[in-house]
């Protein structure tokens, strides 16, 4: 969330900069400061009426010491008590809107980020690879997955309804390759590997900002109150959530592969055929939690490091910088890396790599000690490394052959113990 001491010192920047995002936000930001005086005045009346109930108080042990009657200030004490609750109460709840309102908040903009109002203003970055050239005329995805065997989306949609995926033999092979294949060149760089819970509490969702701004897209266990997590962001990020950390303890670099559950609430008519876009999927995800410093130089390694998995499996992708109309809630500057699709003629996103700076640590309450002994707030970042229904799709496509059989990435084959997969059978 965004610190209320810089919303009080400076709305008109706060609003300035969140104008970029959506020009709706600067009345958000006038009500937050309405509330901000109530909650003020209310902790001042409380404190003033607190200090004459004290000095009645003295008062009052003082005259029975001296044997006098006490009765008419014990009265005035009394009525002391009652407005100081009824001011508590009224406290409580300004303090639970305020909290509401600065929740729906999104982070600022970082000052590098490029301004515009959708996708079509980001900016590219860089490319590396060239798409291939084919003598004939690319398959999508699917229709390769289903003729060779290994990806079956009807009998997925029998079982679970529309956008679920089933993958076979030879396809559920190279969904285990992709995992393990990530999580080994991420954790040789310094990632430390986690296995974390498929479903959490609501606060945990809070911390990393979906709730409430995105409660539809999740899938929630109403009778326990737990949600499942839409990407594995949300556990790793909230490990240290309510703890001070030391400043030695930092960066702390995490990794976990999950399955990652999204209702896509909004995306309905999008991507309809295919496993681009999923209600249940996999993704390795990264994670750092890292020192205010350094956090935009841990970006563009973060970065990097999500585009070595691309480069290691020679599938051609961009770079590209989203604009502020473009940017997640969360983020205060974000670079998507976006993966050839021959069929489609296009590059898609298979990984969204974000700095939140602290708008994360403030909302879990992580900070760390300072060597000159100050409680700050850590910075924490996160990306896709990567997505992994994505990055199948992307090498059936990419690595398809004219008699039907598919390729394997000289980086998976000894992880599926063969160079081509071919119809079963």
Known sequence: ???????????????????LRDKSYADLIDEILERDRERRNFIREIEELRNRRNVKSKEIGRLKREGKDTSGLEEEVKHIKLKIEELEDKLEKVNTDLKSLILRIPNIPHSSVPIGEDESDNVEVRRWGEPREFTFEPKP???????????????????????????KGDGALLVRALINFMLDVHTKKGYREILPPHLVRGEILEGTGQLPKFEEDLYVCERDQLYLIPTAEVPLTNLYREEILKEEDLPIYLTAYTPCYRREAGSYGKDIRGIIRQHQFDKVELVKIVHPDTSYDELESLTRDA???LRLLGLPYRVVELCTGDLGFSSAKTYDIEVWFPSQNKY???????????????RMNTRFKDSQGRKRFVHTLNGSGLAVGRTFAAILENYQLEDGSVEVPEALRDYVKKDRICLEG
């Open 348 to 362: 898609r996103e298979v990984s969204s790599c974000s700095n939140c700076e602290d708008f994360q640590a403030r």
């Open 307 to 309: 585009e070595e998995i």
């Open 1 to 19: 969330m965004i610190d209320i001491e810089l919303i009080r010192k400076n709305p008109d920047f706060v609003k300035e900069r969140l104008s």
């Open 141 to 167: 995805h699917w229709e390769i997955g289903e003729r060779l065997g290994i990806l079956d989306l009807e009998r997925a949609s029998r079982l679970s309804g529309s956008r679920f995926s089933i993958f």
